[in-house]
């Protein structure tokens, strides 16, 4: 676009001469089957990502990147229409097996189908389920508890300002000595219960205290979701983590904090591959990233108009 403003060529026609003939899109090897599945062979490498990206209006795509390349030319190895295992791990197999094989680490998020599209189509390969798709269990139990105080709350209030109304008197919630009402505490806590107190502004700290002293049982999750945190930070190595993990699980039992009971499920089922985050502290951070940017480039040409052309572009970016 800036380019046939500064030569004062009309916008549409220009990327149409774009498109049609100085890109070679027309000529590109892979344009009959692209909007179903694009193969860079040659991108492989020994230490891969996947994850799946929304192209436009819900439109999922499976993208297998190399890490190696770091978000740069030559991170893509697969880009693949849909989630589908069958699917995916078809495309992925017309890639020689011999290459297959050198994979040695994949990470990923704990998609079961993903899980199941690795395995088939890498078979040497081991899974590093990502760290903070794991963590990011424990922030949520903590904040299903923080969120379900304040519906009482909120409901208590509507309640006493109901009743101020059928008595004719004007209602003034009771505020904390930070000035919070009840609701308002609730609601402006949600930041401070996803961060270690280390990092905690001087506002965060005076609530966390008023917080914690009105609700005991969110302060006992909170130093639990600590715990879970500190089981990535201070192990070194795959057995400390699972000795670490072990006496998080008892802690668990014994606060009898049933909205942890979905992630300590979670994690137990995904122990083997949360575990293997410790061989290189591997996270799926590059994936998270390389769809950001693509969602980043969908939003400067203006939305994907044609899938096809959109993908072969995204092609010459990053394949």
């Not at 293997?276 to 203006?302: D, L, P």
């Given at each position: 676009?800036?380019?046939?403003?500064?030569?004062?060529?009309?916008?549409?026609v220009f990327e149409k001469q774009y498109k049609d003939h100085l890109?070679?899109?027309?000529?590109?090897?892979?344009?009959?089957?692209?909007?179903?599945?694009?193969?860079?062979?040659?991108?492989?490498?020994?230490?891969?990502?996947?994850?799946?990206?929304?192209?436009?209006?819900?439109?999922?795509?499976?993208?297998?990147?190399?890490?190696?390349?770091?978000?740069?030319?030559?991170?893509?190895?697969?880009?693949?229409?849909?989630?589908?295992?069958?699917?995916?791990?078809?495309?992925?197999?017309?890639?020689?097996?011999?290459?297959?094989?050198?994979?040695?680490?994949?990470?990923?998020?704990?998609?079961?189908?993903?899980?199941?599209?690795?395995?088939?189509?890498?078979?040497?390969?081991?899974?590093v389920t990502d760290r903070f798709h794991v963590q990011q269990l424990?922030?949520?139990?903590?904040?299903?508890?923080?969120?379900?105080?304040?519906?009482?709350?909120?409901?208590?209030?509507?309640?006493?300002?109901?009743?101020?109304?059928?008595?004719?008197?004007?209602?003034?919630?009771?505020?904390?000595?930070?000035?919070?009402?009840?609701?308002?505490?609730?609601?402006?806590?949600?930041?401070?219960?996803?961060?270690?107190?280390?990092?905690?502004?001087?506002?965060?700290?005076?609530?966390?205290?008023?917080?914690?002293?009105?609700?005991?049982?969110?302060?006992?999750?909170?130093?639990?979701?600590?715990?879970f945190r500190n089981c990535y930070e201070l192990s070194k190595t795959?057995?400390?983590?699972?000795?670490?993990?072990?006496?998080?699980?008892?802690?668990?039992?014994?606060?009898?904090?049933?909205?942890?009971?979905?992630?300590?499920?979670?994690?137990?089922?995904?122990?083997?591959?949360?575990?293997?985050?410790?061989?290189?502290?591997?996270?799926?951070?590059?994936?998270?990233?390389?769809?950001?940017?693509?969602?980043?480039?969908?939003?400067?040409?203006?939305?994907?108009?044609?899938?096809?052309?959109?993908?072969?572009?995204?092609?010459?970016?990053?394949?």
């Amino acid at each position: 676009m800036n380019i046939a403003t500064s030569y004062r060529l009309e916008t549409k026609v220009f990327e149409k001469q774009y498109k049609d003939h100085l890109s070679n899109f027309r000529s590109w090897d892979q344009l009959s089957h692209c909007d179903k599945w694009i193969l860079v062979e040659k991108n492989i490498g020994a230490y891969l990502s996947i994850d799946e990206v929304a192209l436009s209006k819900g439109e999922l795509y499976t993208i297998i990147t190399n890490k190696q390349a770091k978000g740069r030319k030559g991170s893509i190895l697969a880009i693949v229409e849909g989630t589908r295992v069958a699917d995916v791990a078809t495309a992925l197999k017309k890639i020689k097996l011999e290459e297959r094989e050198k994979v040695i680490e994949v990470t990923l998020d704990m998609s079961p189908a993903m899980e199941a599209i690795i395995r088939e189509s890498f078979p040497r390969a081991y899974l590093v389920t990502d760290r903070f798709h794991v963590q990011q269990l424990a922030s949520e139990s903590i904040q299903e508890i923080r969120m379900n105080y304040r519906r009482k709350a909120i409901k208590e209030e509507n309640d006493n300002l109901q009743k101020a109304k059928e008595g004719s008197l004007k209602y003034i919630a009771k505020t904390y000595s930070n000035g919070d009402t009840k609701k308002q505490l609730l609601a402006r806590s949600r930041h401070l219960v996803f961060k270690p107190s280390s990092k905690w502004s001087v506002s965060q700290r005076e609530r966390s205290e008023i917080l914690f002293k009105e609700f005991p049982k969110i302060k006992e999750a909170y130093n639990l979701s600590m715990m879970f945190r500190n089981c990535y930070e201070l192990s070194k190595t795959p057995e400390e983590a699972k000795e670490r993990f072990t006496n998080w699980y008892s802690k668990i039992e014994k606060s009898k904090i049933r909205e942890f009971d979905i992630c300590v499920n979670t994690v137990k089922a995904h122990e083997d591959t949360i575990l293997k985050y410790f061989i290189n502290r591997s996270t799926n951070a590059g994936a998270e990233s390389f769809n950001a940017k693509i969602k980043g480039f969908r939003s400067i040409v203006r939305g994907v108009r044609d899938k096809k052309f959109f993908l072969f572009r995204v092609f010459k970016i990053y394949g």
